[in-house]
């Protein structure tokens, strides 16, 4: 068992760098990157774990989409409460992508790429943050302008763009 825990451990991993590899490549910033934490993304198949990305504009809220309201766009399956939602994001998807593909912006501002969780988020002038977890997100709260600054600077490298 634990074998097989291990090989599905890398399987993820090489499916993440694959799909890492396989994101857009907009020299102007992150709101391209349409795979969104790969541990999610790939753990249950839809873009940031299944939830609804204009929820969290609208509600802001972290909410479940659901499957009759998808969107696939550049190869990745959104997920939306509504069609209301599904709508808005077809009318402007780019205004509702995470930053960042979704990774965790502090860690992205320490030179480090990991995964987020989507349901730890901001809002920041009209765009859209992961934390990789509360304690994450409260250190990301102390100054979050200046580690959105110095995430925008290790992204090219990181993201390998």
Wanted: contains cysteine.
């Amino acid at each position: 068992m634990s074998c097989k825990r291990g090989l599905s451990r890398l399987f993820l991993v090489l499916v993440a760098i694959g799909l890492a590899a396989a994101v857009s490549r907009d020299p102007t910033g992150a709101t391209e990157m349409k795979i969104v934490d790969p541990t999610f993304s790939v753990h249950q198949g839809h873009a940031i774990g299944g939830y609804d990305t204009v929820a969290y504009f609208t509600d802001y809220a972290a909410v479940h989409g659901d499957e009759a309201h998808a969107v696939d766009l550049d190869g990745v399956r959104f997920l939306f409460a509504n069609a209301e939602n599904r709508t808005q994001f077809l009318h402007d998807p780019k205004r509702y992508l995470p930053q960042f593909g979704g990774y965790s912006t502090f860690a992205l501002s320490k030179g480090k790429l990991y995964g987020a969780d989507p349901t730890v988020f901001d809002i920041i002038d009209g765009r859209l943050y992961l934390s990789r977890n509360e304690r994450v997100q409260e250190l990301w709260h102390r100054n979050p302008k200046g580690y959105i600054s110095q995430a925008e600077e290790n992204w090219s490298e990181l993201s390998g763009r």
